[in-house]
């Protein structure tokens, strides 16, 4: 018989989450601001913690793992932590399997050229994502003369597999979030169906489901019910405000040109995450112009006081 796994819950077996990078695109503090929040990390890291590039390590059983994402920060996050380096059992190893890409953004994907060493790599993304990384950036040629590429659709169910070809234990689903296409592509379509997806990533043995959504530019109610499956919640957390970057003298984009949902104001997602039956709700791809990156901020406490969670470098998780 083929039995389909069970779904049950087990202390035994739970899924491992690694936060590797927790900051957007820049770090934090990033390398050529001084905006308030940039200048607090400087004149005081311990109430403002330094963040690399957002990323996220995940596996079921620890020692096979995928990325949620690559940033350019990722060696320095591998190096970070022991489960994704080689082992001594072979020459050349890595205990890495995929990677699984939300859109195309270059702070999500350029570490995919910093894994070219390595043997062929299975990478997960939309067909538009795809393209982008084709023609835009050339990342996925560049990859394929290197190390050899296996590119995957996200769409549907995906069974993540091991290099070898062997179940992970990992289950993922992809949803679609509006979203647009990498300022480095040359596109008359800014935006399609594709651009940006989050990620429902599921253990089969201990029923441990993780949603992953880094680039929320909306909630609808659809976007809800993905979030709802959930037991940890890693999302979008950019922005504090709508014209944060205005406002902090850094730029002139607003949090919807750039494709983010900000956590306070009007259309906000503090109030979605703060309603749902999440267990860890925790924000991620923080700007280094976000408030709640200071410690002892008033922001900071909005947050937390709901239960809601800063991401950190180097967090790890069990569900
Ligand atoms: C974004 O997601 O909008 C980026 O992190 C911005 C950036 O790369 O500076
Ligand atoms: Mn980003
Ligand atoms: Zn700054």
């Known amino acids: 018989m083929n039995a389909q796994p069970t779904r049950h819950r087990s202390r035994f077996w739970p899924i491992k989450i690694r936060l590797l990078g927790t900051s957007a695109g820049g770090g934090f503090p990033q390398w050529n ?37 690559a940033s350019p920060d990722l060696l320095a996050q591998i190096q970070a932590y022991p489960p994704l380096v080689a082992n001594s059992e072979t020459m050349r190893n890595s205990p890495i399997h995929g990677v699984l890409l939300t859109n195309g953004d270059l702070d999500h994907t350029l570490g995919l050229v910093l894994l070219r060493e390595g043997g062929a790599l299975a990478v997960y993304s939309t067909e538009r994502v795809r393209e982008a990384l084709t023609v835009g950036l050339g990342i996925l040629p560049t990859l394929e003369r290197y190390c050899g590429l296996n590119w995957l659709d996200c769409r549907g169910e995906i069974n993540l597999l091991r290099r070898d070809g062997t179940e992970s234990g990992l289950h993922a ?83 919807a040109d750039m494709g983010h949902l900000p956590i306070s104001g009007p259309e906000n997602s503090l109030e979605v995450l703060a309603g749902l039956p999440v267990r860890r709700r925790i924000y991620m791809h923080i700007n280094n112009t976000n408030p709640i990156l200071l410690e002892d901020s008033p922001e900071r406490r909005q947050v937390t006081s709901l239960g809601i969670e800063v991401g950190m470098d180097g967090m790890e998780l069990k569900v």
């Open 33 to 69: 601001c001084s905006c308030r929040v940039c200048r607090a990390a400087r004149n005081n890291p311990a109430n403002a913690f330094a963040r690399t590039q957002s990323g996220v390590a995940v596996s079921a059983d620890g020692i096979s793992w995928f990325l949620l994402n």
């Open 173 to 255: 689903q992809s949803f679609d979030i509006p979203g647009s296409a990498p300022k480095y592509v040359a596109t008359k379509i800014r935006r399609a169906a594709g651009d940006s997806v989050g990620y429902v990533i599921t253990d089969t043995r201990s029923g441990g489901v993780l949603v992953f959504a880094p680039d929320v530019s909306v909630l609808t109610p659809e976007h809800v019910e993905h979030l709802k499956r959930a037991d940890v919640l890693l999302i979008d957390g950019t922005f504090w405000s709508e014209n944060e970057m205005r406002e902090s003298g850094t730029g002139t984009a607003s949090a």
